[in-house]
């Protein structure tokens, strides 16, 4: 196969396409930059020689031969360790906040409803997504660390302050807002440095993140767990903050950027909030869709497990109760870094869709029908926790798939908002469903499962869809084998059975360039056959 160096253009030019001649390493540098720079290399850039991609995908580069994306090393673990120590005590508050709240609703906050004292942890989740857009879309512009910075301050005042609240409108203001705030300025930087670091382990340097999450969320609820009982409310609260700022402080040591150069040359112009070609993009939407719905189911376990234990076996104690909640964070741990490596190799979108499916399995079916004792409970627990918060880990090296590294931040911010809707609606929407049905728990766990498979059917269709469409175009270096090549041909109308090269399939649809794990063309039509097989059965 002859190599042929991309076509220089430029943004308006929006016809150039790469030849079919393109190499797999030229077709990557039209997506990828991997230069190392730091925030305060940013000032020394010169314009930009060439510009070798349109859409979204557009990264200006310097010097083509010069663009070899270099692996992190032992220098981009340590970030990746960096990362995860913050996402501990920050994102990881998710999964804690089930444990608070079944506190509150015993002693501190007694009569309160479930509905109500869930809206804390639902105002934190929807402050931290939505902020997200905005402050990815900063952090592109200025840099990562001031923001990661200004993120951990908030998060340490705001559980610093809550050890002296009393009420539910100041527990609102400050494990409510004050942590959402600052989860949100910092959520899109730590989720997008590690696709800075790494492409070929992508997916477990993400899923490293994010399970540091999870831990964050599993060790602190036994620990605080047995300090409410001991120390009470205000020991224990002002104990944890100051365990949590130390963890951030050490996070933040380890951290170090690397940015596209394209976002290293266009600090002083006008930042665009949106770009408007991703909504043009049927992929955009699928996913963008599929995490709206997805994120409606997720939580409701963490929130309502310690409250549905209580209530099934009255007599648990209070340390058996909130067990559930560390054992789903534990296993969530295990679960985010597995995917990643699945993901790795069956391709993100793959390990995505299933994921998804399996927790509104789990919940649908396994904890309404058989988790009617503390065993079932558990074995529920376990497999929730390693299949229903890792679709999270997944979002990020999807949208590496799609748009490259290029403006990584903002692209993470943009789908961020999709989780808006469920963070701030799903777990109080959950406890109405609970309360107006007579404490029916059928009734709560079918409507978690189900609306998570919403998503999923969003997901598959998002993909037929793309599939047809991109095998209609003229694709160049695709690579399928004998059978699948017959299957999309007849799919797109295809008559070119060319030679074909794994492990990656590079196309151009429109102005976007798409990599494309070699499955995900082929097994999302096998993967929609079981998933329609299984709602038939059901």
Known sequence: MTHSTPPTTNLADTNVMPSAATSEKDVEQLTLRGDQYDDSTKEKIEEPANIQAIGPTACPIG???????????????????????????????????????????????KGTPDATLSAVGSVQNALMTSLAFVTGKLGDRYGYKRFIASGCIIVFLGQFCASWCHEFWSIFLTQGVMQGAGCGLLLPMIFAIPSQWFRRHRGVATGIVIAGSSLGGAVPSLIVQAMLGRLGFHKTLLIYSFVQGVTMLAGFSLIKTRFPASQLQNKNRKIAWVDKQYFK???????????????????????????????????????????PISVMAF?????????????????????????????????????????????????????????????ISLVTPVAVTLYGTHNLATLTGLLNISNMPGSLTGPPLGGVILENSGRNWHALTAYSGVIQFVGVLCMLYGMVISSMFIWSIDPFTSSVQAGA????????????????????????????????????????YLVLSFFLGFVVHV
């Open 281 to 323: 993009d049927p992929s955009f939407w699928s996913f963008w869709a599929a995490l709206l719905f997805a994120v409606f189911g997720y939580m409701t376990p963490f929130v309502y497990i310690s409250v549905y234990a209580r209530e099934k076996i009255p007599q648990i104690s209070d340390q058996l109760a909130s067990l």
């Open 331 to 391: 296993a969530s741990a295990i679960g985010r870094t597995t995917v990643g490596l699945t993901g790795d190799r069956i391709g993100f979108v793959n390990a995505f869709i299933i994921v998804i499916f399996i927790s509104s399995f789990c919940q649908a079916v396994l904890w309404n029908v058989a988790a009617d004792s503390y065993a079932g409970i558990m074995v529920f627990s376990v497999l929730f926790g390693m299949t229903g918060p890792c679709f």
């Open 63 to 109: 010097q083509v031969g010069d663009d070899e994306f270099v692996e992190g090393g032992f220098e981009g673990w340590k970030v990746i360790l960096g990362c995860a120590l913050i996402a501990a005590p920050t994102v990881g508050w998710n999964l804690l906040w089930g444990v608070f709240q079944a506190y509150h609703s015993k002693f501190l906050l």
């Open 485 to 524: 090549t017959t299957l999309c041909q007849d799919i797109a109308g295809a008559n070119d059975s060319a030679s074909r090269q794994w492990p990656y399939e590079y196309m151009i649809v429109g102005n976007h360039s798409y990599a494309i794990s070699q499955y995900e063309n082929i097994r999302v």
